[in-house]
Nanobody, 122 residues
Framework: QVQLVESGGGLVQTGGSLRLSCTAS????????LGWFRQPPGEEREFVAG???????VSAGSVKGRFNISRDNAKNKVNLQVDRLTPEDTAVYYC????????????????WGQGTQVTVSS
């Protein structure tokens, strides 16, 4: 049974930082493209950042330079370092695993975690 479990969310002030982590089990982790998405209140889930099997990274324009995705295949973990947070970053953050390698499309992801809440106060 495949599981993705996110952690590291919380309440921070504007300008603060968090480190989100997602630990996977039940799959061959190194075979998957990994992505972080977020869903603000009342909005659709949107792409934040992704990292391919080979380590290529793509980030959404709104987070470029502030968010950094990384993966550790030995630990079956994908991390998202989020810096210089603003209230617009408030959302539930989800990690996903995509076997076919497409990063941007939600439908390309085979597995999702349950999400971790990030709330940024002004």
């Amino acid at each position: 049974q495949v599981q993705l479990v996110e952690s590291g969310g919380g309440l921070v002030q504007t300008g603060g930082s968090l480190r989100l982590s997602c630990t996977a089990s039940g799959l061959t982790f190194s075979n998957y493209t990994l992505g972080w998405f977020r869903q603000p209140p009342g909005e659709e889930r949107e792409f934040v950042a992704g990292i391919s099997r080979g380590g290529n990274i793509v980030s959404a324009g709104s987070v470029k330079g502030r968010f950094n995705i990384s993966r550790d295949n030995a630990k079956n973990k994908v991390n998202l370092q989020v810096d210089r947070l603003t209230p617009e970053d408030t959302a539930v953050y989800y990690c996903g695993a995509s076997y076919d390698g497409h990063m941007y499309a939600r439908d390309a992801y085979n597995y999702w975690g349950q999400g971790t809440q990030v709330t940024v106060s002004s």
